[in-house]
């Protein structure tokens, strides 16, 4: 099972929406009556966060009747959440959940599409995604890409080593930067050591220094491909990964280059999943 979101932010994503309660069930005089609220795909739809939009409706006052998990993909017209209560408990939970379950299942659609296309041309190619997800929304989008098969490249800057020209810059460049990799492993003997690459010449001198992972950044298909070629009978045992630009149109593309990993952020922005939701009451 992925895993799930804490307490405190299914409390903040209804506080947020209803600091003060809801002034138009209020007013209405309906908060008491029961009903029932339903959410139904209206498309291809690979579902994230549904176990945090039951929570959210239960902590509303609802009670969750039917449920699929992360992960699941769906066709069109597939109910796939369901809660029983009052109008007031399935008002204050209906948007908020809604919300959440469009844009999580957006990315993991999304991420379930590259990572089909990935697999049909290597079954063997990890697709992994960059830390460079909306402020605040980390939580949701990287379980979001794992419902979609993908894991992440990067959870932030605490736990790994990646070294990118923006650091070289700071060593005296790439070349006296890689005479130090030796003792950056004896300093981080469990960490991988990726190092960025834009070139061959580049790319052999990371693999030449020890690095576990080199990163080719912002190369076409094509040309990457020779150099991926290239540097497999220089450096057979290095990781090569490719970064820069990948979406679900090149994907396939990339993957034929012979990469053991492709690293991208595209599925984090796009059209949030369509998800129907029918509120109905139960009143005689």
Known sequence: MLYQLPDSDIERFIEEDMPYGDLTTFLLGIGSLQGEITFTSRELTTLCCTEE?????ERCGATVTSLLPSG???EAGVTFLSATGSAESLHAGWKVALNILEYASGIATRTRKIV???KEVHASITVVTTRKSFPGTKKVAIKAIMAGGAL???????ESLLIFRQHTAFCGGLEPFLQTVTELKLKAPEQKIIVEAFNLEEA??????GADVVQLDKMQPEAL????QQLREVAPGVTISAAGGINAENAAAYAETGVDMLVLSSVYFGKPSDIAVAITSSEP
């Open 72 to 74: 699941t993909t769906i």
């Open 53 to 57: 939009a039951a929570r959210l409706l």
């Open 204 to 209: 052999l001198a990371i693999a030449a220094a």
């Open 225 to 228: 491909s020779r150099l991926v």
């Open 152 to 158: 992440p490249h990067r959870l932030g800057l605490s």
């Open 116 to 118: 089909t296309r990935v």
